[in-house]
């Protein structure tokens, strides 16, 4: 399974595919077997943790199944004798990005490998919807979690941000005013993926470096059709909640010709 997720002619979603067809066939037999050994539990621990992370952007509806894997090889292997702190930070960080906010608290207090870990707390807008388009952003110093408006008749931008590149894109926005208006007539939603990396504090400092285009950080992937987290920074046009145009990446020398000749198409530059 390691060398298929490092063929890098793959997509994202094809690796998906692949890796969950091999997880079937060379652990779907054992994961629920007894008298295990402490290398097989092992391993499947290692492939239930890959397959967790490559679910949160694709075949969502698989996350769950792998997480609960991670969990019954974990608590065999310490009844085993086979604790193992690096385990532990990766069923935390597994459950932080599925949101599972609860069962990562529970760990972290029985965990010593997560002694510096702290499970973000946030309110919740009044009738949020996980169906829906949602994420969390900050209304003054309180971290919120909120569903993202409906769409309307207007084009709006939706950028996955985050990234060292992301932040080029942020500043070169920010420096040009025809694309400043552009992104600004867009209502451009700046947004980190629902991965791993749960950071209030990083939203705070990109919050502060661009006072223009506050980001924000998604609850989940599968409630934002059509729009792929999986690169950054990718830019994505929506009208009426349809997509109608994107453009990937971003130039050291400025805006990449894509998004240019997206933003015309869209209305938003002449």
């Not at 890098?8 to 690796?15: F, G, I, N, P, Y």
């Not at 694709?58 to 292997?77: H, K, P, Q, V």
């Not at 919807?129 to 909120?146: I, N, Q, T, V």
Request: proline letters at 4%; a neutral charge; charged letters at 25%.
């Amino acid at each position: 399974m390691l060398a298929l997720s490092r063929q890098s002619e793959l997509s994202t979603a094809e690796k998906t595919d692949r890796l969950s067809a091999e997880y079937a066939l060379h652990f779907g037999p054992v994961a629920h077997q007894q008298g295990i050994s402490r290398d097989d539990l092992q391993a499947l621990f290692d492939a239930a943790n890959m397959m967790a992370s490559y679910t949160m952007y694709f075949r969502a509806e698989d996350n769950r199944r792998y997480i609960e894997d991670m969990i019954r090889a974990r608590d065999l292997l310490q009844s085993a004798g086979g604790e193992s702190e690096s385990n532990d930070r990766n069923l935390y960080d597994a459950l932080i990005a599925a949101r599972r906010f609860d069962e990562a608290r529970d760990l972290a207090r029985t965990s010593s490998a997560l002694r510096d870990r702290t499970v973000p707390t946030f309110d919740t807008a009044e009738g949020f919807d996980p169906a829906r388009p949602g994420y969390f952003e900050y209304s003054g110093d309180k971290l919120m979690l909120r569903n993202a408006s409906a769409p309307g008749d207007e084009v709006q931008i939706l950028i996955v941000s985050g990234c060292h590149a992301a932040r080029d894109a942020a500043r070169g926005i920010a420096g040009d005013p025809g694309l400043r208006e552009a992104f600004r007539r867009g209502g451009a939603l700046w947004l980190t993926p629902a991965d791993r990396t749960f950071d209030p504090g990083e939203i705070k400092r990109w919050n502060t470096d661009f006072l223009d285009s506050p980001i924000r950080i998604a609850f989940n992937h599968s409630a934002w059709r059509g729009v792929d987290f999986t690169r950054q920074p990718n830019f994505f046009f929506f009208k009426r909640g349809r997509l109608v145009g994107k453009s990937e990446g971003w130039s050291r020398s400025g805006p990449p010709q894509a998004l240019l000749s997206a933003l015309r198409e869209a209305g938003l530059m002449h």
